[in-house]
């Protein structure tokens, strides 16, 4: 039985809060359709030697937007990264990118698309070379694309612009990486990104190496030059507190698979999937509003599954407390609510608590001792 994903199609009604335009109005930016991806490993004890980073992954993303990508560690969100920016190929499933396909370009018009995907590191000393100026690691693309500033007074001035656009002074340009703070790295790593003008940057973790404090001047800026430069973001993090602050929407991922999908916060706050419940209550949370509590802490049990093995069915039914034997025999449909919000999930959650159950009419509880694989 082939197993059902998430469309992301309904996202093209919704209104980016760093454009403050619909996305209806225009052809998405990116477009991301039953991406597959697997790798060879060694062979494991039951015999499985190919990993399942990503099993049919949609996504969709409007000019001027930002897509918040979260999940566990293992869930495929570096390798969907990878795959965005073509240094893997996706076995199934196709990539379009202003109407393009990426993978199908060669040479020159590979070379141009280049200009227009670029990627703000985890790391920003380890992203850095340490024996080039901030000059040089600004100007190093335009060493390949040397239209983009032709002449040296081209490249100085650029260089000026850029320093001044993410914060830092003139005189930096000289400066070596060591000589910078955490986010003055950062920041230059976002200036290099810049360089080429592009029209999407792919952010994996890009505040999870800085002080809270600084976080807070790195993501600023990040909205600020998205105002300003009208530029997308796919933001991977596991932050979730971060995500909500820069994320017009959000896509949850469990084990290659995206299994919510919708605006921030009708993720965040009316969660589809329980798996997405149980992430959201494990995020801590300063509220001085005087809302009600969100309720108590969800603890999941049992280990997660391996992707040389997932689960039949339903991939979360192992650590599920609402599964039922219908998870493991049937892949989970597309519950849609509210005409953009989607889940993947035999028992969509409405309100209650993750913990009310079990669900009625469902058959007997598939937990992780007695589930069939």
Request: include cysteine.
């Amino acid at each position: 039985m082939s197993e059902n994903t998430i469309s992301g199609a309904s996202r093209a009604s919704g209104t980016s809060a760093a454009s403050g335009t619909s996305a209806a109005t225009s052809a998405p930016l990116l477009e991301v359709t039953g991406v597959r991806k697997t790798f060879r490993v060694p062979r494991n004890a039951a015999g499985h030697n190919r990993l399942t980073a990503l099993d049919g992954v949609d996504l969709r993303l409007g000019r001027g937007e930002t897509l918040g990508v979260v999940g566990e560690s293992g869930c495929g969100k570096s390798t969907l990264a990878r795959v965005l920016l073509l240094l893997e190929r996706p076995d199934a499933g196709t990539v379009r990118f202003d109407g393009t396909d990426p993978f199908s370009l060669k040479k020159k018009e590979l070379l141009a698309w280049r200009r227009r995907v670029q990627m703000v590191f985890q790391d920003p000393f380890a992203s850095l070379n340490a024996r080039m100026s901030a000059a040089d690691i600004i100007g190093e693309p335009w060493r390949t694309h040397r239209d983009v500033a032709p002449t040296a007074r081209a490249r100085e001035t650029r260089v000026r612009e850029l320093l001044d656009l993410v914060g830092l002074r003139a005189g930096d340009a000289f400066r070596h990486p060591n000589e910078f703070s955490g986010g003055q790295r950062q920041r230059l790593g976002i200036a290099r990104a810049l360089a080429l003008d592009p029209d999407l940057i792919v952010c994996d973790e890009p505040v999870s190496a800085l002080d809270l404090s600084v976080q807070a001047q790195v993501l600023n800026l990040l909205s600020d030059l998205q105002q300003r430069l009208q530029v997308s973001y796919v933001f991977i993090s596991h932050d979730l507190s971060v995500v909500r602050h820069v994320a017009d929407r959000v896509s949850v991922m469990y084990l290659g698979k995206v299994i919510e999908h919708g605006a921030t916060e009708d993720v965040f706050d009316r969660p589809v999937h329980p798996y997405t419940s149980a992430l959201m209550s494990a995020a801590p949370a300063l509220d001085v509003s005087g809302a009600p509590p969100r309720g108590d802490r969800v603890l999941l049990k049992g280990e997660i599954p391996s992707p040389l093995d997932p689960p039949s069915g339903c991939r979360f039914r192992t650590r599920c407390p609402r599964a039922v034997d219908r998870c493991a025999e049937e892949a989970p449909p597309v519950h849609v609510r509210d005409g953009s919000h989607e889940g993947l999930c035999h028992f969509p959650l409405n309100g209650e608590p993750l913990g009310a159950g079990p669900v009625s009419g469902g058959g007997a509880v598939a937990g992780p001792a007695s589930a069939d694989r």
